[in-house]
């Protein structure tokens, strides 16, 4: 599986952004998906995951609703829409993929990852 992660960008506190990752190379509808970030100095973190379908979802609780996970399985594509972003939302943002149903908090459940995308906000 090989999974392409874009949007971030550098914007200012309270504005928006959407990341998207791209998958290929197997199901997308047989994939769970994660997101995770990782800010300078720190530990690569837990964002959203969402299932197979897309009926379960997960957020840490940093950005439980702010941001949203969704996917298109037509399109092998999900999404992090990021609202009322702020300076510690500042970080490397990872889309990771496996292959096992539900929705995971762990790194280590993720067998597939992106490049990362890099999303800056400024205060």
């Known amino acids: 599986v090989q999974l392409q992660a874009c949007g971030g960008g550098l914007v200012q506190s309270g504005d928006s952004l959407r990341l998207s990752c791209a998958a290929s190379?197997?199901?997308?509808?047989?994939?769970?998906m994660g997101w995770f970030r990782q800010a300078p100095g720190k530990e690569r973190e837990f964002v959203a995951a969402?299932?197979?379908?897309?009926?379960?979802?997960g957020y840490a609780d940093s950005v439980k609703g702010r941001f949203t996970i969704s996917r298109d399985n037509a399109k092998n594509t999900v999404f992090l829409r990021m609202n009322s972003l702020k300076p510690e939302d500042t970080a490397v943002y990872f889309c990771?993929?496996?292959?096992?149903?539900?929705?995971?908090?762990?790194?280590?459940?993720?067998?597939?990852w992106g490049q990362g995308t890099k999303v800056t906000v400024s205060s």
């Open positions: 990771a993929a496996t292959p096992k149903f539900g929705v995971y908090r762990d790194s280590a459940r993720y067998e597939y």
């Open positions: 190379g197997r199901a997308f509808s047989s994939l769970g």
């Open positions: 969402i299932a197979w379908s897309g009926g379960n979802t």
